[in-house]
């Protein structure tokens, strides 16, 4: 699979001499990280001049000064594992259950019309008001937080494959049909490679849900995990460590979005990318 | 040569229920095609041209095997047909290539279906893609090639598991005039080369003269056949202008008149 893109035999281009791309990376990279820059510096100042009290909102090379401390010391380390070990099981779960779940539904047309009623009402019930749910009849350790990802992971995944299965072009399985292929050929040939973007844009909405639930969660009810310490350093007054937490949080949106856009990329690649910048 | 005959349609009628606010079953019948009956030879070229409505898809349909006729029965080497098969290939207008597929992992898709083993399957595609001039784009996926292109693919996906019979359904509707007239000349090619019994559905009075022996001319409200018009054209591909051949502008003009008889007044050409 991997390969293929190379062997495409690709009109030619008139070749980029080496200075001029090393000229053009620089500027892509300068465009893609002079806010960022600027942002930073902001932070940086903004404490130091006094628009904002140092107390509540440190400066940035504090913040970062208490970041190195805890991932030193370890502490940060054990609550980013904590975080993940957690998101990554609920997320699981949730693929290996709505996958085959919503290609079921999405194939059945009785299934799809006895359920979609049921999966509208859970999928527009905020997951987060059921928290305290989740809570009473789980108790506050790890199988109440991992249940709450698994369930905020599963709509998403779940609702997206039963789409990707209806949505499917009925032209291909005509097109199939006619060169008399079996059903169960017909669902792994054709149902499930046309599916396959659609439901990955489920599970990368799952991918945000994920974090956002799971960092609720730690902050109501845990004894580890990032949105513990950060409630946990607020209530201490423990500033640039709370906001030393949240940065780790972007990071880690930032690294799951990343893992699964990557992913996303290498099961789509036949399809025509619009904002391909080629 | 003598003829032989291939498919033979029996007083063939499609009836389909459809809804209608009216009645108070809230359905009514819909006869698509009514009695259609006629014969097509062993390695004859046939066209169907007709307005839109005159029941041409659901004919291929039918012929397909993905639907089954009301009344009457389509026979195949005088066998009936019951369902789809490997023995007629469909090209359809919208090209229905597998997007995720490159031109070589479509034309094996229909081999795969035949049960021919892996390596065969990639000699026979890489032929077939050689047979319709691509060559140099087995490995380019269906949105990397033009209109054109993804036609001919579709054309060698359905000659690549060798069926007797090639249907089809407006293959050339979707291109524009320049693409149209080159696959027009070089499916005459295909044809001569591997002889296979060709039925071709078009809305195009030109498209149907050019390239069939015979045209069948149908009419709409139920679809039937009108009349089966003989096209007496030699050597189509040596004559580089044959649409203005006599021979040609007569059979044109006869078709034109069969379809702007006073039954097609209002239907859509």
């Known amino acids: 699979m991997v390969t293929i893109g190379k062997q495409l035999e690709k009109p030619k281009k008139p070749k980029q001499s080496s200075e001029v791309s090393i000229l053009f990376s620089a500027q892509k990279v300068f465009k893609q990280s002079i806010v960022l820059i600027f942002l930073a510096i902001l932070w940086e100042l903004a404490p130091r001049i006094g628009l904002v009290d140092p107390a509540f909102f440190p400066t940035l090379s504090e913040v970062i000064g208490a970041w190195w401390e805890m991932i030193i010391s370890g502490e940060l380390w054990s609550h980013f594992a904590a975080s993940i070990t957690r998101s990554v099981i609920g997320f699981i779960l949730a693929l290996v259950v709505a996958i085959p779940l919503g290609l079921a539904i999405g194939w059945y047309p009785l299934a799809r019309d006895l359920l979609n009623p049921a999966f509208e009402l859970f999928r527009n019930t905020a997951t987060l008001a059921l928290l305290p749910v989740f809570m009473l009849l789980l108790g506050i350790g790890e199988v109440s937080k991992v249940s709450i990802v698994f369930y905020a992971c599963t709509f ?82 423990l500033i640039p460590e709370m906001y030393a937490g949240i940065l780790s949080i972007s990071a880690l949106g930032l690294l799951v979005n990343l893992g699964l856009g990557k992913l996303e990329r290498r099961f789509s690649k036949w399809k025509p990318n619009p904002n391909a910048n080629e | 040569m003598p003829l032989t005959e291939k498919i033979r349609f029996e007083r063939v009628s499609k009836v389909f229920s459809i809804r209608d606010e009216n009645s108070n079953r809230g359905k009514k019948e819909f006869t698509a095609v009514k009695d259609i009956d006629f014969v097509v030879n062993e390695g004859e070229f046939i066209t169907l041209v007709g307005p839109s409505g005159c ?215």
């Open chain 1, 156 to 237: 998403p995944i779940l609702l997206n494959t039963i789409a990707a299965v209806k949505n499917v072009d009925p032209l291909l399985i005509k097109s199939a049909r006619s060169m008399n292929v079996s059903s169960i050929k017909l669902f792994s040939k054709v149902i499930l490679p046309a599916s396959v973007p659609t439901i990955f844009t489920g599970i990368r909405m799952a991918g945000t849900g994920c974090i956002l639930v799971l960092i609720a969660a730690e902050m109501i009810g845990a004894k580890e995990g990032l949105g513990y310490y950060i409630t946990y350093a607020q209530y201490n007054f």
């Open chain 2, 55 to 269: 029941g041409k898809s659901t004919l291929l349909d039918l012929l397909g095997g993905l639907t089954k006729p009301t009344r009457g029965r389509i026979l195949i080497d005088g066998k009936e047909i019951t369902g789809p098969g490997l023995d007629r290939g469909t090209v359809f207008q919208q090209y229905a290539l597998f997007p995720w597929k490159t031109a070589r992992g479509n034309i094996e898709f229909g081999l795969e279906a035949k049960g021919v083993a892996k390596k065969e399957r990639k000699e026979q595609a890489d032929y077939y893609l050689d047979l319709v001039g691509l060559k140099n784009f087995a490995d380019r996926y269906p949105h990397e090639l033009s209109g054109g292109m993804k036609q001919r693919v579709a054309i060698a996906r359905s000659l690549a598991f060798n069926p007797d019979v090639l249907l089809m359904d407006e293959p050339f509707a979707a291109l524009d005039a320049q693409t149209r007239e080159t696959l027009q000349s070089e499916l005459l090619r295909i044809w001569e080369k591997t002889g296979k019994t060709i039925i071709f559905i078009t809305h195009g009075i030109d498209e149907a003269v050019y390239l069939g022996q015979r045209v069948v001319v149908l009419s709409p409200n139920p679809g039937s056949v009108k009349k089966i018009v003989d096209i007496p054209l030699k050597n189509r591909l040596e004559d580089a202008d044959l649409h203005s051949t006599p021979e040609f502008v007569k059979a044109r003009r006869e078709v034109w008149s069969l379809l702007h008889e006073p039954e097609f007044i209002g239907a859509n050409i």
